[in-house]
């Protein structure tokens, strides 16, 4: 079974710059489409991006658009979320999820309930 596992999170200043990685061992991720969701306290889980399988075709939600990239390196096995110009809205726990059909990021960011693996989360707190 797909085990995944975020890394990078942390404190960062309003402003500033983070990058979280998805890490898998035994399979290869490029097998899997990627998600990156966040759930901020009270608030429902939501998906902040997703990459494909093929042709690493990106999807952002319109809220991080033109601040966050995804990508993936296949070298490492590894698919990155890099995030700028990081907002206090931005705080959630983040999390890192995997599924093997290409309909959870064909046109867009399907719900969280449509990725079968997924890693514990990691904390990102944006805060001055």
């Known amino acids: 079974q797909l085990q995944i596992k975020e890394s990078g999170g942390g404190l960062v200043q309003p402003g500033g710059s983070l990058k979280l990685s998805c890490a898998a061992s035994?399979?290869?991720?490029?097998?899997?489409?990627i998600g990156w969701f966040r759930q901020a306290p009270g608030k429902e889980r939501e998906g902040v991006a997703c990459?494909?399988?093929?042709?690493?075709?990106?999807h952002y939600t319109d809220s991080v658009k033109g601040r966050f990239t995804i990508s993936r390196d296949k070298a490492w096995n590894m698919v990155f979320l890099h995030m700028d110009n990081l907002k206090a809205e931005d705080t959630a726990v983040y999390f890192c999820?995997?599924?093997?059909?290409?309909?959870?990021?064909?046109?867009?960011?399907?719900?969280?309930?449509?990725?079968?693996?997924w890693g514990q989360g990691i904390q990102v707190t944006v805060s001055s």
């Open positions: 999820a995997a599924d093997l059909r290409d309909v959870v990021c064909f046109a867009g960011l399907a719900p969280p309930s449509d990725y079968l693996y």
């Open positions: 035994g399979f290869s991720l490029d097998n899997y489409v």
């Open positions: 990459i494909t399988k093929a042709h690493g075709d990106p």
